[in-house]
Every structure is written in C-alpha cells, then in structure tokens.
C-alpha cells in the first residue's frame, strides 16, 4: 500500500490530538495549496535566503506581529531554527546554559558548535512533571559557571508549564548572557489566551516557534525571532541559510505566508477553540482515577494542552493512549504516567467533545491502583568526558546490564519529548539503566537503546 493511501484511510476513521494544529481541518489559508503552486526560485516568487520581494513582506508582517527586530521563516522546523540560531551567537569553546529538559537539537547544536555546557534542572513536580525554570537556580547556576554565553530554556514545556521569561531574561542579561527561548510548542500563546504573552515580548533575544505544531500550517513549518540588538543580524541571517536546504518548498513557505495572514486577522478560531477546550477542561476535571493535570506548581499553564495522569488509575501513559487509539482517538504523547492529548487550531467543539467523551468512558471501566513512579533521576549526571568531544570516538554497543559504570557515547531519550536522559560523555549509573529497564518493562519505547547501547570503548 503507498503510503498517502495508508494515511487518507487513516485520516477517515481517527480524531487527532498530535500535530499538526490544523488537525487536516479545513482552513481558507491552506486550501489550493498543492502541486500546481510547487516552484523554485523564479522572478515571481522570490528567495528564502535573500529575500526582496513577497517573502521579505511576508517576515515584515510576521515581525510586526510579534514585535520583533527580525524575524525568518523555516521550512526545517524549530530544529533548523535552534541549530542555526546556537550557532550565530556562539563561539567554539564558549560555555551554554541549557535547561535539561530541552529538546535534542539543542544539544545537537551544542556538540556541533563545540561548546562547554552546563546544565540547569527545572524542578519536577509530584507528578513527575517538569514545572518551571526557577530564577533562583538560575541566578545560582550564573553565577556558579561564570562567563556563559548562552542560556537555552523550553517555555511553555511539551506538557504546557510556562517559565517567567521577564525575570528570567533580566537574570540573563545581567550576567552578560543571552536568552534563547524555544517557544516551539508556544507559537499560538497570545492569540490563544490573551493573558499569556509569548516570550517575543518579554525580553527573550531569540525565540524561536513551530507553527506547526499548533497553529494552522504544515508540519515543518517554524519561525525564529529575533528581538534584541545583543545578536548580529547578518551572522544569523547567514545561519539560517546554512542550515535549512537551498531550494525551500513553496508549499510550505506559502503555508507559512497563509498563516501569518491569518493570525493578523485573527477571526473567531482561536475563540472557539479556547471555549471548546475550556468546554472540555471543566467535563474532565471530574474524572475519578485519571486525573486532569491543571499545571499545578508552575508559573503559567497553557491550557489549550490536555494532559492525563494516569497513576492513580493503576495503568501507564501508553496503557491509555492504547484504549483511546481503540476509539479512534490518536494522542500527541504517552509518557510513564501521563498522556498528552494536544489541540491545535483544527479543533472544534466535536473534536473536544469525542476526547472528553472517550476519557470519561475509560475512566468508567477502570479500577482505583497505584502505578509505582519511577525512582527520581532528574539530577546532576556525571559528565566524564565534555559533549562535543565525544564525537567520533571509538564506540561498541553492550547490553545494557553491562553498562553501569561505562560512557555513554550517543543520546538516549523517550521521543516525544526528546530531552535526553543520557548524553554522551555521561557516566551510565545504576540508577539509570534501572529507570530505561523500568520504561522498557512499561511498553515505553526509549530511543538509543534498540540493540544496546551505545558506550565509548575503554582505552588500553
Ligand atoms: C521543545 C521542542 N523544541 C523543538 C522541537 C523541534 O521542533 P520541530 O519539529 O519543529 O523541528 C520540538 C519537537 O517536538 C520540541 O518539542
């Protein structure tokens, strides 16, 4: 079967609570958007990397919308934006500050550019959910590293907690760092809930969105902004061509063009889905063993983001991504004792509705339980040999029981979300191959352990 079959077969039966945010609904932006509009560089449609006509318009209005400095279209994701923003503002050698709960291309970006790295741990919640980066051990960690270039942190995170980016970026900038903040998950924040500002407008200097994962635009469609004069404008321009490819897809540039139009505009959608979802919210605060996650502990909580505990209920993430797939409902994210259903512009009062129905029903044949959590292991690692100089060293792969005590040589994380639980250089800990044994035990499927793992050989 050819895969666009599978997925149009698919797409019939399922109601989706993953990305894309148009959730292949109907939008006016999106439609006529196909094979007859596929070009290249030509005098009519101009040039991603050096634009000077509809394109450059086009990021002027994006840039006015969000009050920023510059602003770029990518047609690589946040991951294009993140590797090529890390890089514009960092020399080899130079030290970042980067919240462990971070996406993978942060630290990608990190070991690419060479640089020393320093990790800063967001506190995690009782229900092992990680909550907001702290100014306190920001300020502690500033001041404990000296001299860091860079500070990256993700806010609003996977699951929805919000960091204060106003004191955050003070803190930054009176240490003489930069702020980068993914807002990947975010890029809907201000139209969505006009009491949530995006960190465009709180003194971050880079920002960097996925459009696409909330808000009506093809998948791989990210902006990243720049909003302070402490970045080189060129430098970054010139990173932003490097790594995205030199022929952008115009299907997806004019996703990105529709869409920025129609957040100026900003009709009813985001009304209606914030009452649909709220609609929603108040139906599943009454569930009896799985339980609505309402942001408890953070600064702010973006509640377009539905997640799920499951622990009480006795039964994990995936356990209950199972049961609702069985109903034609397909999350974002299963985690050990959370699921993570995500709405987007496409949603509609039916969407949510079908959720809360099929949550309350499998609330209903579940019995009360205790899913035992995970033993706590969101701390320091050992680092015995730095990131970046890892990178072709001579590697095996063991089992993973004969790991304690070896150097990690490649990432292992859960995807989604894709923060790393080990890096390489990292010391590998009893503590931690218990935990991956524990997610492997549980259905949880950890990327980097397939067929062992990968360990920096010994020397001699
Ligand atoms: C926090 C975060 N940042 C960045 C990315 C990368 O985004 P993209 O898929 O647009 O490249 C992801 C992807 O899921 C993410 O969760």
């Known amino acids: 079967m050819k895969l666009a079959d599978k997925l149009n077969e698919a797409g019939k039966g399922q109601i989706p609570f993953h990305m894309p945010g148009h959730k292949r609904a109907s939008f006016a932006h999106l439609e006529g958007i196909n094979y007859h509009i596929d070009f290249t560089e030509t005098p009519d449609s101009d040039d991603l990397h050096h634009p000077s006509g509809l394109l450059l318009e086009s990021q002027k209005t994006l840039s006015e919308l969000f009050g920023t400095v510059r602003s770029y279209y990518s047609v690589n994701g946040s991951t294009g934006c993140i590797l090529a923003a890390i890089r514009a503002v960092t020399a080899s050698g130079q030290k970042a500050l980067i919240a462990r709960n971070c996406h993978k291309s942060v630290f990608n970006a990190c070991a690419l550019c060479s640089l020393e790295t320093a990790y800063l741990f967001p506190e995690v919640g009782e229900d092992g959910i990680y909550l907001s980066v702290e100014e306190k051990e920001l300020e502690k960690r500033l001041r404990k590293e000296g001299n860091v270039a860079l500070v990256v942190i993700t806010s609003p995170t996977y699951e929805g907690v919000l960091s204060d980016i106003t004191a955050l970026s003070d803190i930054c900038h009176a240490h003489g760092a930069l702020l980068m903040v993914d807002e990947a998950h975010g890029a809907h924040l201000g139209f969505y809930d006009p009491q949530i500002r995006s960190a465009t407008a709180c003194g971050a200097d880079l920002v960097v969105q996925s459009f696409h994962k909330t808000l009506p635009a093809f998948t791989q469609t990210a902006v990243l902004h720049l909003c302070s004069d402490r ?141 035992p959590m995970p033993p706590h292991t969101r701390r320091e690692p050992n680092v015995l040999i730095a990131l970046h100089a890892c990178h072709r060293k001579k590697r095996e792969r063991i089992p993973l029981t004969d790991a304690v005590g070896r150097i990690c040589a490649a990432s292992v994380y859960l995807y989604p979300p894709g923060s790393p639980l080990l890096l390489p250089g990292e010391e590998i800990t009893q503590e931690i191959v218990s935990l991956l044994e524990r997610y492997e035990n549980v259905g949880i499927s950890v990327n980097g352990i397939a067929d062992g793992i990968a360990v920096l050989c010994e020397e001699g």
């Open 231 to 371: 970045v080189d404008e060129e430098l970054l321009s010139e990173q932003m061509a490097i790594f995205q490819s030199s022929s952008p897809s115009y299907l997806l540039l004019s996703s990105l063009d529709g869409c920025v139009s129609f957040l100026k505009e900003n009709g009813g959608c985001f009304v209606r889905w914030r009452n649909a979802v709220t609609k929603a919210r108040v139906r599943l605060a009454a569930l009896n063993k799985l339980r609505l996650f309402e942001g408890e502990g953070g600064y702010l909580y973006d509640q377009s983001k539905i997640l799920i505990l499951t622990d009480r209920a006795g039964i994990t993430g995936q356990d209950l991504y199972d049961r609702l797939y069985e109903k034609g409902i397909v999350c974002e994210m299963a985690a050990y004792n959370s699921l993570l259903a995500m709405t987007g512009a496409g949603d509609c009062e039916g969407s949510l509705e079908a959720l809360a129905d099929a949550l309350i029903a499998v609330d209903g044949e579940l019995t009360e339980g205790i899913l």
